[in-house]
């Protein structure tokens, strides 16, 4: 199982502007987990997973991290780097 975890902050501009792309992502790819973080709200998961910058996303396989994407990116880098994995 391919899982997608969007780290992110209710004050953060850019996780604002990646929410619509994400939204789009998980509507449009079949077959991943998605599940959204908020770093203030679940400190000790984004420190678990050693989130640094926001937002961050990590693409999960079978439970490891096989991918990291920092920063805000085009909807297509998202999803070619999702199905990479499934």
Not at 58 to 85: F, L, M
């Amino acid at each position: 199982m391919v899982k997608l975890l969007k780290f992110k902050g209710e004050w953060c501009g850019p996780c604002k502007v990646l929410a619509p792309t994400i939204n789009e992502v998980v509507s449009e790819v079949n077959d991943i987990q998605y599940q959204e973080v908020d770093v203030d709200k679940e400190p000790m998961l984004a420190i678990q997973h050693k989130i640094k910058s926001l937002p961050t996303v990590i693409i999960e396989k079978d439970g490891k991290e096989v991918s990291r994407i920092i920063g805000v990116q085009s909807k297509n880098h998202y999803i070619t780097t999702i199905k990479s994995h499934l």
